[in-house]
């Protein structure tokens, strides 16, 4: 068993920047990929950005590549998601998820561990 717990959501102006962590513990971080997905309110949850057990393969939305990088620090068993340029879009329930495969995805159902979310809101 893996546990996630995400933090480092708020409000934002339009234009901001806010970076999300997710604390991993439980299991050995570094034998698992990671992956943020977001989800706003009556839409389904969507990718946003994954990293391999390395952190050197990344993948990101179209929605986000340019604004948002994701990063982990496997010897703080922690997941970060740095996000700029912040668009009321952007507003979501973001989600820590862990896959028990050292390579990552961009599918949801590939996943095996969630955290509880993190609310980002971004005021335009």
């Known amino acids: 068993q893996v546990q996630l717990v995400e933090s480092g959501g708020g409000l934002v102006q339009a234009g901001g920047s806010l970076r999300l962590s997710c604390a991993a513990s439980g299991r050995t971080f570094s034998n698992y990929a990671m992956a943020w997905f977001r989800q706003a309110p009556g839409k389904e949850r969507e990718f946003v950005a994954a990293c391999s057990w390395s952190g050197v393969s990344l993948y990101y939305s179209d929605s986000v590549k340019g604004r948002f990088t994701i990063s982990r620090d496997n010897a703080k068993n922690t997941l970060y998601l740095q996000m700029n340029s912040l668009q009321p879009e952007d507003t979501a329930k973001y989600y820590c998820?862990?896959?028990?495969?050292?390579?990552?995805?961009?599918?949801?159902?590939?996943?095996?561990?969630w955290g509880q979310g993190t609310q980002v809101t971004v005021s335009s």
């Open positions: 998820a862990a896959r028990s495969s050292k390579v990552a995805s961009t599918n949801r159902d590939a996943y095996n561990y």
